[in-house]
């Protein structure tokens, strides 16, 4: 357990002492405070039934960083490893490779948290400014972030997979946007298609994050979507396990 302790503070000081995870940090916050302000900014021309933590979570301004973020967090994580050589040195270190490819993918995904860390401040200050709760329920609030969490286990795992399929961070970049994308775009069929079946449509909002996302952000927490991500972030883990293996002894 000391060893994988030792392991996982190398990858978040990683992190930490990257300037770019700083950049990324910097516009990241940009980003949603410009949405979180859009958002408000919207709900004040007029009555509506959307709460500011839908109106947060459920718009273009918060998926199109919300995808970009991961290739810039996760295209480092082996790629960089591999191209100078360093990955070597670790991979001959007395640790079990499950170790080294939980720690890469933790690391990443503790980064990932610091993040959206501030957002919660967004909220806070809306209801001691205006005196009125964001949400109408705690259960949008826990609801919203546990997405959160889960979209991000999953697009961490995917990109830490295509790191470790490549040695060049910007072709591990590429690969992860196309693969996240290409998850996003198959959860929104449902709204390009213009009649599809029921079943059609109940197969396609199953993998859907915008519509998950929608029931997370009003507190209608299903556990189908819990089994879907946890299950495919395992599954990818275990993909990356193997991709490692194959490589370092191939190396």
């Known amino acids: 357990m000391r060893t994988f302790i030792t392991l996982l503070g190398r990858e978040v000081k990683s992190f930490l002492y990257s300037p770019i995870a700083y950049v990324v940090l910097f516009f990241f916050l940009i980003a949603t405070g410009f949405n979180f302000y859009s958002g408000v900014s919207f709900l004040n021309q007029g009555p509506s039934e959307v ?41 001959t270190a007395p640790i079990s490779d499950s170790q080294i490819v939980l720690s890469k993918f933790l690391g990443a995904f503790i980064f990932y948290i610091l993040l959206w860390a501030p957002s919660f401040l967004y909220f806070t200050a809306f209801e001691q400014i205006t005196g009125k709760a964001a949400a109408v329920a705690a259960g949008a609030y826990g609801g919203s972030y546990l997405l959160l969490l889960l979209l991000g286990a999953f ?33 929104l069929l449902g709204f390009i298609l213009n009649s599809p079946s029921q079943a059609v449509r109940d197969l396609i909002s199953y993998f859907s994050a915008v519509e998950h996302m929608a029931d997370f952000s009003r507190g209608l927490i299903d556990s189908r979507p819990l089994v879907w991500y946890i299950s495919m972030t395992s599954f990818i883990l275990f993909l990356n396990l193997q991709v490692f293996q194959y490589r370092k002894w191939k190396a």
Do not use: H, K
């Not at 998926?63 to 295209?75: A, D, H, R, S, Y």
């Not at 830490?160 to 775009?185: D, H, K, P, W, Y």
């Open 155 to 187: 697009y961490v795992a995917l990109g830490c997979l295509a790191s470790a399929l490549t040695n060049e961070q910007i072709n591990a970049a590429v690969m992860t946007f196309v693969a996240i994308f290409g998850f996003f775009v198959t959860g």
């Open 51 to 91: 709460t500011v933590v839908e109106a947060a979570f459920n718009t273009v301004l918060f998926w199109f960083p919300f995808v970009l973020i991961f290739p810039l967090i996760t295209m480092r994580t082996y790629a960089d490893e591999f191209r100078m050589g360093t990955i070597e040195t670790l991979a």
